[in-house]
Nanobody, 121 residues
Framework: QVQLVESGGGLVQAGGSLSLSCAAS????????MGWYRQAPGKQRELVAT???????NYADSVKGRFTISRDNAKNTVYLQMNSLKPEDTAVYYC???????????????WGQGTQVTVSS
């Protein structure tokens, strides 16, 4: 069994900063990529940022220059530092890991439970 446990999030004023973290645990053989997605009310879930095991990153255009994704491979943990937050960043943020479970031959997607980020104007 695999678990992704998120922490961080909360309420912040526009222009402020928040930090999210997500730790993967359980029967994990290897983690290929980790990332963050978000879903605002009435909207589809969208990519925020991803990072590979080698450290290559990818960001949504809307967060480039404001958000930074990082990863600690030894701890199976991914972080998201969010600066200069805007009201349109308000959403539930979900952690994602594309990983291979112990004893498996292929990678699959796993998701955290989500954490609310609210940015007030």
């Amino acid at each position: 069994q695999v678990q992704l446990v998120e922490s961080g999030g909360g309420l912040v004023q526009a222009g402020g900063s928040l930090s999210l973290s997500c730790a993967a645990s359980g029967s994990i053989f290897s983690i290929n990529a980790m990332g963050w997605y978000r879903q605002a009310p009435g909207k589809q879930r969208e990519l925020v940022a991803t990072i590979t095991s080698a450290g290559s990153t990818n960001y949504a255009d809307s967060v480039k220059g404001r958000f930074t994704i990082s990863r600690d491979n030894a701890k199976n943990t991914v972080y998201l530092q969010m600066n200069s937050l805007k009201p349109e960043d308000t959403a539930v943020y979900y952690c994602n890991a594309y990983l291979v479970r112990t004893g498996s031959w292929y990678a699959s997607d796993y998701w955290g439970q989500g954490t609310q980020v609210t940015v007030s104007s």
